[in-house]
């Protein structure tokens, strides 16, 4: 009886080692998820991806699901961050799908992230931090938003047409 036991608890132990999730296996960064999860094909750092978006991609200042927030680089944040918007929940506030924020590797779904910039333009953001179950403390830069593809020709467009020809004329 007990090596009965002893089997099926071996088994149960590799059946859901082999149906682990990957994230759960290897640390996963936030670039590869984001890039994964909308489509935007760009690689680097992530704070790179504002600029290599130039060009490819439109960019602005107004959240759409599926367009991603490009974070700057900080002394706590060297290599920038990006987050998907899953869901934009108003003028101030979008829900994100993300990677690597609260902890190594730890995947993010429907993380509250609110606009806290002065003028509006989501230039200075708060994410949900897990651990602390609130949003954190810190505010962070960001650059704005690179827009997919699968936008969908709305006054979003137009404003980010807007924001990259401002950006060509002043550069």
């Given amino acids: 009886m ?6 099926a608890a071996t088994l149960l132990s ?3 080692q082999a149906f682990a999730s990957p994230a759960l296996a290897q640390h996963l960064q936030c670039v590869p998820y984001a890039r994964a999860q909308s489509g935007i094909g760009i690689h680097g750092n992530a704070a790179t991806w504002w600029e290599q978006a130039q060009g490819s ?3 602005g200042h107004l959240p759409q699901t599926g367009s991603v927030l490009v974070f ?5 944040m060297p290599y920038g961050h990006v987050a998907m918007i899953r869901e934009v929940v108003d003028a101030r506030h979008v829900l994100l799908d993300h990677a690597n924020w609260s902890g190594p590797g730890v995947i993010e779904h429907s993380a509250l992230a609110e606009d806290v910039s002065e003028a509006g333009d989501w230039s200075n953001v708060r994410v949900w931090y897990g651990p602390s179950h609130a949003l954190g403390s810190r505010e962070n830069p960001t650059f704005g938003f690179i827009y997919g593809s699968s936008g969908t020709g709305s006054a979003t467009e137009l404003a980010t ?3 990259d020809d401002e950006a060509s004329s002043a550069g």
């Fill in 2 to 7: 007990k090596k009965v036991s002893l089997v």
């Fill in 14 to 16: 590799l059946a859901a």
């Fill in 57 to 59: 991609y439109k960019r």
């Fill in 72 to 76: 700057k680089s900080t002394s706590a």
């Fill in 161 to 163: 047409a807007r924001d």
